[in-house]
């Protein structure tokens, strides 16, 4: 028994070592990825185009930003902002976009049934299909917790894998 446990624990720690290997050494991105960027700008100019004005409220965030949000409403003042620690979110790799509306008088609102383009159908959900043409994939979408403001583009890279140095190429 003592044994089995023994290679059992070297097992672990040798996981942990060669997965700490399996790490490049690549900084951390310091702005939006330039796809994520030209991609934001053409979703501001084609919801223009169809009456409705949106807002970009977060893009690219540091990771020491990422631990201040996720600070709050846990060991800080404030709601819960993210479910998420620095480095765990796309917004830290410049890959994430968070929206709103914004209306004619200025004020900027998260209202998803809103329809001042009076088409019949919720501007919020227009930008969200102009987005998700774009390849942008919607928190609204997600399983469990809904981030309705959220837009990413992953490139097929998990969090994990961009942890681990990875990066989507720039063109």
Request: hydrophobic share 40%; no cysteine; glycine share 8%.
């Amino acid at each position: 028994m003592k044994t089995i446990l023994f290679v059992l624990i070297l097992g672990v720690i040798f996981y942990f070592v060669i997965d700490e290997m399996r790490k490049k050494n690549v900084p951390m991105p310091t702005q939006l990825h330039p796809i994520v960027a030209e991609k934001r700008d053409q979703l501001i100019q084609r919801a223009a185009q169809k009456g409705i004005t949106i807002v970009i409220t977060d893009d690219f965030r540091s990771a020491e930003e990422q631990d201040e949000l996720y600070a709050r409403g846990r060991t800080e003042e404030g709601t819960v902002v993210t479910h998420v620690e620095g480095g765990e979110s796309y917004h830290n790799y410049g890959l994430a976009i968070d929206f709103a509306l914004q209306l004619k008088d200025g004020t900027v609102v998260w209202d998803l049934k809103r329809d001042d383009n009076k088409n019949g159908k919720s501007d919020w959900m227009e930008v969200v299909a102009i987005a998700k043409e774009q390849g942008f994939s919607w928190g609204g979408d997600w399983y469990g917790f809904k981030d309705y403001p959220h837009l990413e583009m992953d490139f097929g890279l998990s969090i994990r894998e961009l942890q681990y140095g990875e990066r989507p190429p720039v063109r």
